[in-house]
């Protein structure tokens, strides 16, 4: 956590003292964020200030890994393309990166679902590859749901709505039993939720925030079948992306739960006024559980 106080004169300042030929654009804030602030620089910029991160670990990270990823990837993401030191002004690291245009889905919503379910999968298709050997590793976000039960037991005991808390249970038991992933570790966004992803013109128009990117397990992004596309669209998705197989659904639809009950205790906590809640989140959350229990 910095004390540092975010203001347009500060951004702007950082810029004259390291990146002079881009203080004159205008910079204006981005609603959002938690462990880094967003600033709009100009029209196709944007400046990612941490903030309530403790390290510059992901800000790092997305630094070293999201030039060699963007090229690849059917969709915009953010790419950095200036970096900042820590100062006497400013004590934490800061990036300048690529602006991706769109709303985000927590508020925003898609209207072309089928559209949507093929722009998800084919990005996905596209990330899911096999990452060098030294990429990130998994931490808590990428573990078998088995290793994640403390968390979701939190969450549950927490925000589970009682007239679904036993088909929620079901369905994270049987994400629990589920085999784990023996492949090879690919590169996983681990971090899909619907203030991560932009849209525009009803459907997928952009990827953001890779501060948790990993090399692991594929179905923690395979969740955002539940968790993004609107109800009726898995089935869509999972044909379109092809190769999960029966292990792979039943730990993404567990952890879809996982994030719809992690989304509903963040509205939660909106509600009361606590920090880093997202009053808005709730009512997200609740539909995501109720389109899991559909299944696929």
Not at 273 to 286: E, T, Y
Request: aromatic share 8%; charged share 20%.
């Amino acid at each position: 956590m910095t004390d540092t106080e975010i203001t347009a004169d500060l951004v702007r300042a950082l810029l004259q003292a390291q990146h002079p030929d881009l203080a004159a654009l205008p910079v204006r804030e981005v609603a959002g964020g938690w462990g880094n602030q967003m600033w709009r620089l100009g029209d196709e910029l944007a400046v990612r200030m941490q903030r309530m991160d403790p390290t510059p670990e992901l800000q790092l990270k997305e630094w070293r890994w999201l030039p060699v990823l963007a090229p690849l990837l059917p969709l915009p993401v953010p790419t950095p393309v200036r970096f900042g030191e820590p100062s006497e002004r400013f004590p934490k690291h800061w990036t300048v990166m690529t602006w991706v245009h769109g709303e985000p889905l927590d508020r925003g919503t898609i209207s072309r679902g089928d559209h949507a379910a093929d722009t998800l999968a084919g990005f996905l298709r596209a990330l899911h590859v096999e990452a060098p050997a030294d990429a990130p590793v998994a931490g808590d976000r990428g573990a078998h749901p088995r290793d994640c039960v403390q968390g979701f037991e939190h969450f549950f005991q927490a925000v589970a709505p009682a007239d679904i808390a036993a088909d929620l249970r079901a369905v994270w038991d049987d994400a629990v039993a589920a085999e784990a992933w023996e492949g090879r570790p690919v590169w996983v966004h681990g971090d899909l939720h619907p203030a991560n992803v932009v849209v525009a013109d009803g459907t997928l128009a952009g990827v953001v925030d890779f501060g948790d990117m990993f090399a692991g397990d594929p179905a923690w992004d395979l969740a955002a079948a539940w968790v993004l596309l609107p109800e009726g669209a898995a089935s869509r998705f999972f044909d379109r992306y092809g190769v999960a197989d029966e292990g792979a659904v039943q730990r993404a639809r567990g952890l879809a739960a996982l994030k719809g009950l992690f989304l509903m205790l963040m509205g939660q906590n909106g509600e009361r006024g606590l920090p880093g809640g997202k009053p808005h989140w709730g009512p997200v959350g609740r539909a995501g559980l109720e389109r899991v229990l559909k299944g696929v």
